[in-house]
């Protein structure tokens, strides 16, 4: 039996604090050997610290952790990963885990990056390790925010978990050993901030020389090797252009400065892409900016990303820029500066708000203008909508109706049609871009004269000034002044800015001839924008008059002469187009109550009889029955509702249906409601189209004029 001191004893043992010994203790529970070196370099050339890992497997043996992983096999698995070798990162077997999905990944990344950090904080989060293997605790994390660290030692200490190195065993939970390992973890930041601050310096002084320090390369450029060291590293001189490059980059910034839409100018060059570095330049894969892009069999895919990176990036003209550091002409250039601050202009230009926005253009947007008014009113334009609306006084309070809505078909299918049948530019194509392409050939001799004189003058320059400095004579003194003012006067004239030069070459010119040939057959492929710019360069503007059947199209071109189109219209659909107007109404209020039906339709043509019937009824108007027709009234038969089932769902029209079964159109339409009988789809939704006549007259040998009005891009 216990006496009262041994069961004191027996409490006090119970309450009593684990000794830091038992704390210390191994084995626990799961032991995690955790490798990790900073970058792909370190992971092939690193051989002590990889070796390193497998010796934390031979310890985690010796410490008394059961695994059958045997340090030799272990070893022989890093070494397959050190080559490339495609091995999966993790060995989980018995009590010990060697966990390697962080190498070559800097210890300053967060967990998003670390599939390791996140799985040791998983395991500690459960409370499953026992302890931690490191050859160091700076191998888990280097956050100079000290977020990372902290978070990590509140982890163990919450479950024990201990930190092995290859000194000893530390526990958090032990206050003493918590300040050794944040003192690890601070010494590490500190490190790394030296560190930093000595790269840093570095980097600015390659930087100031222009030479490469890091970073993506600009497509279009690649680094030349300098020289390469003991270890395999190479070292880099400042960009190059690399031509089979550098014309992808000209060819999409020049589709860029034209469509002035990054998704039709990538949906244009869908074919387009940037060949794979040759073998000898296999190092370039690495370090191109185009590595983001998607991969085909015939190079890198040209993307929305990549087109707005080029047009913003400076380096293509030749300027390096490293933080605060701006190096003009650091490098050649791979653009004209024309061209680029053309893209930059359209990369940076904002768009107009509204759902608008989101739509493309119709073609004939900004062209069209209503001429029944006291003035010419500019009809506006609804991308959203589709339709073309005149209804400037409407808005303004002059009018209570809307002149024109109407949908784009009936605009748009008339004009294009008869535009582009007239529009064959193939005679004239060649004999207009030979003349463009011997403009750019003067303009690329003159230019090229112009540098040739700056150059003699400025060696005239220097000699004069030389003369000026040997004499003592006072005329020749005052002769080499007067020279000089001359020259500098000359130099003046040539460094004036002139008016940047068309960028026309060869395949731009294969291009334009290619699009001017196969106009019409390739229109409808063309963007929207595409077109609306074309029609803009070629018309000056399309004057509309319209009644309810018909519009007078006249188109004025820009060339000077005119031609008229009459487009009949469709029975309208919308109910805008249905109106009322003031003068109908009043004709109906006063033949409704007592002219007979023929009076009535013969004043309002334009209205079918249950459509006046409606509007009359809406209007409270009363009139004397009319006597019901002969058999009107009689019930439908079995043979008839079976006829009406079959003419209905095939889709014949409603007053051939009436005809044939001899009765009114409102009754077929009802009986049909309540037998529930369906109309073909593309009957229901049939779209009325427009009819026109009055083609177009032909040019009569004025198309290379009108030609020559469409501005080169």
């Keep these: 039996m216990l006496t009262v001191r041994e069961v004191i004893e027996k409490r006090r043992a119970v309450r009593q604090k684990p000794s830091d010994e038992e704390l210390r203790s191994l084995p626990d529970r799961k032991a995690l050997i955790y490798g990790r070196v900073s970058s792909p370099g370190q992971v092939r050339d690193s051989e002590e610290s990889i070796r390193e890992i497998a010796y934390l497997v031979e310890l985690a043996k010796a410490d008394g952790f059961r695994t059958t992983l045997e340090p030799p096999a272990v070893e022989a698995w890093l070494k397959d990963i050190q080559m490339g070798a495609v091995r999966r990162r993790v060995l989980d077997d018995a009590e010990v885990i060697v966990d390697c999905q962080d190498l070559g990944i800097s210890a300053t990344t967060g967990q998003e990056r670390r599939l390791g950090l996140a799985n040791v904080k998983a395991l500690l989060e459960h409370k499953e390790l026992g302890s931690i293997y490191l050859s160091e605790p700076s191998r888990l994390s280097r956050d100079q925010d000290k977020v990372e660290p902290y978070v990590l030692l509140k982890l163990m200490k919450d479950g024990n978990c201990k930190v092995r190195t290859l000194e000893g065993v530390l526990s958090p939970f032990i206050e003493r050993d918590w300040d050794i390992l944040d003192e690890e973890f601070e010494d590490a930041r500190d490190e790394m901030k030296v560190w930093r601050r000595r790269l840093h310096r570095k980097k600015l002084r390659k930087a100031e020389r222009g030479e490469y320090v890091g970073g993506p390369v600009p497509a279009g450029f690649y680094l030349p090797i300098v020289e390469q060291r003991k270890d395999g590293r190479y070292i880099?001189?400042?960009?190059?252009?690399?031509?089979?490059?550098?014309?992808?980059?000209?060819?999409?910034?020049?589709?860029?400065?034209?469509?002035?839409?990054?998704?039709?100018?990538?949906?244009?060059?869908?074919?387009?892409?940037?060949?794979?570095?040759?073998?000898?330049?296999?190092?370039?894969?690495?370090?191109?900016?185009?590595?983001?892009?998607?991969?085909t069999p015939n190079g890198y895919a040209v993307t929305v990303d990549l087109l707005y990176g080029l047009a913003k990036n400076l380096a293509l003209i030749g300027v390096w820029v490293y933080g605060d550091i701006v190096i003009e002409g650091s490098h050649d250039a791979i653009v004209t500066e024309e061209l680029f601050w053309q893209a930059y202009e359209v990369a940076n230009s904002r768009k107009p708000r509204g759902r608008a926005a989101y739509y493309e253009p119709l073609p004939f947007e900004g062209l069209l203008y209503c001429g029944d008014h006291a003035e010419l009113q500019r009809i506006s334009t609804h991308n959203s909508d589709r339709t073309y609306i005149c209804a400037n006084d409407y808005r303004r309070g002059i009018d209570n109706r809307i002149c024109l809505h109407v949908t784009h078909q009936v605009i748009d299918t008339p004009l294009l049609s008869e535009v582009l049948s007239q529009l064959d530019m193939t005679p004239y194509a060649e004999e207009v871009l030979a003349k463009l392409e011997a403009e750019a050939t003067e303009e690329k001799l003159g230019e090229t004269g112009r540098k040739r004189q700056k150059v003699e003058l400025e060696a005239t320059l220097a000699n004069l000034r030389a003369n000026l400095g040997r004499t003592q004579n006072p005329e020749l003194v005052t002769e080499y002044e007067r020279q000089i003012l001359q020259v500098k006067e000359q130099l003046a004239s040539l460094n004036i800015k002139r008016p940047p030069a068309r960028i026309i070459t060869k395949p731009s010119i294969y291009t334009v001839r290619d699009f001017l040939t196969n106009l019409r057959r390739d229109w409808d492929s063309y963007p929207a924008t595409l077109k609306n710019r074309l029609l803009n360069q070629l018309i000056e503007m399309v004057e509309l008059r319209h009644e309810r059947e018909h519009i007078d199209a006249t188109i004025i071109w820009k060339a000077g002469f005119q031609q008229g189109i009459r487009i009949h219209r469709p029975p309208a659909r919308g109910s805008r187009e249905k109106r009322w107007s003031d003068q109908e109404l009043a004709l109906l209020r006063m033949l409704w109550p007592s002219s007979n039906k023929e009076v009535i339709l013969a004043a309002l043509p334009e209205r079918s009889w249950s459509a006046i019937g409606e509007r009359a009824l809406r209007l409270g108007l009363n009139r004397k029955r009319d006597p019901y027709r002969q058999g009107a009234s009689k019930h439908w038969t079995e043979e008839e509702k079976a006829k009406l089932?079959?003419?209905?769902?095939?889709?014949?029209?409603?007053?051939?249906?009436?005809?044939?079964?001899?009765?009114?159109?409102?009754?077929?339409?009802?009986?049909?409601?309540?037998?529930?009988?369906?109309?073909?789809?593309?009957?229901?939704?049939?779209?009325?189209?427009?009819?026109?006549?009055?083609?177009?007259?032909?040019?009569?040998?004025?198309k290379q004029e009108c030609l020559e009005h469409l501005s080169y891009p």
Excluded at 269 to 279: G, I, R
Excluded at 653 to 662: H, K, Q, R, S, T
Excluded at 665 to 687: C, D, F, N, S
């Design 645 to 702: 089932t079959q003419l209905y769902e095939a889709g014949v029209p409603i007053p051939d249906i009436a005809a044939e079964l001899g009765r009114g159109q409102r009754a077929i339409v009802g009986k049909a409601a309540k037998l529930k009988l369906r109309r073909p789809r593309e009957v229901k939704w049939r779209q009325s189209k427009p009819t026109w006549s009055e083609r177009i007259e032909t040019f009569n040998g004025s």
């Design 236 to 295: 880099f001189g400042k960009m190059a252009p690399y031509e089979p490059h550098a014309q992808i980059v000209n060819r999409i910034l020049q589709e860029f400065v034209c469509r002035r839409s990054p998704f039709d100018t990538v949906r244009t060059l869908k074919e387009v892409t940037f060949p794979f570095f040759p073998p000898q330049m296999a190092y370039m894969e690495s370090r191109t900016a185009l590595r983001p892009c998607p991969k």
